[in-house]
């Protein structure tokens, strides 16, 4: 049994006709009714039998009929859908990053389209707390595209985008929000929110800790950066965390780190080794042909 012999059957069930269905067809009679043959002797079944010049279906035939429309119409909806999101022009981009670049992704999406005019195109961004489930993501070929410190494997390619600053949030009120610059010195002993032990940040306050010799009181854990913004407005702690690109969270203020931190270096990634839809592909491009979009999205907001 083969595809085209699907549709032969089809055809015939729904004209009654095989000259008719072999001229909607585009085949000759001869190899219609040499295909519905075959699948009759398959199957060890009659499908049609002749009414003067046209045929109808056996009981046999009405009982197969039904399965064969679901299935082709099936197959044809999913061969439409995949055509749709192949399309550079409508097709569908499917990016990650972390949660801290939440205002950058509408603002970069946005750019995009009125800079291309590539209106139809679906561009879906989706937020992971943590480096690692983003390069999963991305080497397991779930994403297109991510927006991620360098993933440090041999089958990812990145566009370096800018910059993302360290900073310490503190609530108003605090005896540090007088200050608008701060030494992480001051943190001994004090109550900190931590990023959770599978967040990429964690390995950094950690190592910074150790370096300066001091241990703040880690009261809370978590992977979302919302979550923090509210625990520190609620006086829970401070912590230190990505600059909040939409300004300070409410009844927090932000500060300044003195001390050498480098700043998260932030790419846009890609797996060498999945097929990229031809979409994804325009908007990879897009990024790599603007440059830093991160530092320009940044000096644009400030």
């Known amino acids: 049994m083969n595809l085209r012999q699907l549709y032969y059957f089809k055809a015939i069930a729904e004209l009654e006709h095989y000259t008719r269905a072999a001229e909607k067809l585009y085949v000759s009679q001869s190899s219609l009714s040499h295909s519905i043959q075959e699948l009759e002797e398959e199957l060890n079944v009659e499908f049609f039998v002749k009414r003067g010049r046209n045929v109808e279906l056996t009981k046999y035939g009405k009982l197969f009929l039904p399965y064969v429309q679901k299935t082709l119409e099936t197959l044809e909806t999913g061969i439409s859908t995949l055509k749709d999101y192949i399309n550079p022009n409508t097709g569908t981009v499917v990016m990650a990053g972390f949660p801290s670049l939440a205002q950058f992704a509408p603002d970069i999406i946005v750019r995009y389209v009125s800079e291309t005019n590539r209106v139809d195109v679906r561009l879906q961004f989706n937020q992971e707390a943590t480096y690692a489930r983003l390069r999963d993501q991305l080497l397991a070929g779930q994403v297109d595209l991510i927006f991620a410190t360098r ?30 610059q701060v030494d992480l010195r001051e943190l001994d002993g004090e109550d900190f929110i931590s990023f959770d032990t599978d967040c990429q940040l964690r390995g950094v306050t950690d190592q910074i800790f150790r370096e300066l010799n001091i241990r703040p009181n880690i009261t809370m854990e978590t992977a979302q950066d919302l979550i923090i913004y509210g625990l520190v407005a609620a006086h829970h702690g401070v912590s230190i965390i990505p600059y909040p690109l939409g300004g300070a969270p409410y009844n927090t203020k932000i500060l300044h780190i003195s001390n050498n931190i480098p700043p998260r270096r932030l790419y846009l990634q890609w797996n060498k080794e999945q097929y990229l839809p031809p979409a994804a592909e325009y908007f990879r491009d897009f990024i790599v042909r603007s440059g830093e979009v991160f530092t320009q999205f940044l000096q644009k907001n400030s």
């Open 151 to 180: 993933v440090d494997d041999p089958r990812v390619d990145a566009s370096y985008i800018g910059e993302h600053q360290i900073v310490l949030l503190v609530p108003l009120g605090h005896r540090l929000a007088r200050y608008d």
